[in-house]
T-cell receptor
Framework: KAGVTQTPRYLIKTRGQQVTLSCSPI?????VSWYQQTPGQGLQFLFE???????NKGNFPGRFSGRQFSNSRSEMNVSTLELGDSALYLC????????????FGPGTRLTVT | AQSVTQPDIHITVSEGASLELRCNYS??????LFWYVQSPGQGLQLLLK??????LVQGIKGFEAEFKRSQSSFNLRKPSVHWSDAAEYFC????????????FGTGTKLQVIP
């Protein structure tokens, strides 16, 4: 099976702009989770989608949003970018049936200038 | 609420030496436990997982971990470290049954010296 893919891999944006990141999970996986990883804060949970519904949400401002499509692909959007949003954004897919194990994509490196 | 503690931020070992990375969790029932590895600039790769049964679990790349309920620990071990094992290692916990929210530890960076 193909692994989790994330696009783009690298992105440079300016403060105030918005950005959309994409994640394609492993075929057959219905759950997609998003994480933000920074040197200072570590790995922080953003949200999780299962069958097009947001099942859980981390403690991030409303500027961070996401959605999942019927084919399980997911997008996350960050509006009004701030310098502090510079991070590696990781997507993880799982079957969603209760095992808890997740399979991660390579991440999107977002730099906000 | 569940939580994970990795007390060692950074560990240095010599190539060929044994390795043990510590992980302590807090959770009211029997958790699902995981170890992941992350190479620089990459995503996380699942090394091994514990759901139930035998408390010693084997993973990929020669790693193993032992679940000790009495100590709330899930330490990762490898008998002989290779230079390619240099990476960051994350312990994670998820509640068993139903919907799982996964909580990650802060990670341990492993440096391997020749």
């Amino acid at each position: 099976k193909a692994g989790v893919t994330q696009t783009p891999r690298y992105l440079i944006k300016t403060r105030g702009q918005q950005v959309t990141l994409s994640c394609s999970p492993i075929s057959g996986h219905r759950s997609v989770s998003w994480y933000q990883q920074t040197p200072g804060q570590g790995l922080q949970f953003l949200f999780e989608y299962f069958s097009e519904t947001q099942r859980n949400k981390g403690n991030f401002p409303g500027r961070f949003s996401g959605r999942q499509f019927s084919n399980s692909r997911s997008e996350m959007n960050v509006s009004t970018l701030e310098l502090g949003d510079s991070a590696l954004y990781l997507c993880a897919s799982s079957p969603g049936t209760g095992s808890g194990e997740q399979y991660f994509g390579p991440g999107t490196r977002l730099t906000v200038t | 609420a569940q939580s994970v503690t990795q007390p060692d931020i950074h560990i240095t070992v010599s190539e060929g030496a044994s390795l043990e990375l510590r992980c302590n969790y807090s959770y009211g029932a029997t958790p699902y436990l995981f170890w992941y590895v992350q190479s620089p600039g990459q995503g996380l790769q699942l090394l091994l997982k514990y759901f139930s049964g035998d408390t010693l679990v084997q993973g990929i790349k020669g790693f193993e971990a032992e679940f000790k309920r009495s100590q709330s620990s899930f330490n990762l071990r490898k008998p002989s470290v290779h230079w390619s094992d240099a990476a960051e290692y994350f312990c994670a916990v998820a509640q068993s049954g139903g919907y799982q929210k996964v909580t990650f530890g802060t990670g341990t960076k492993l440096q391997v010296i020749p």
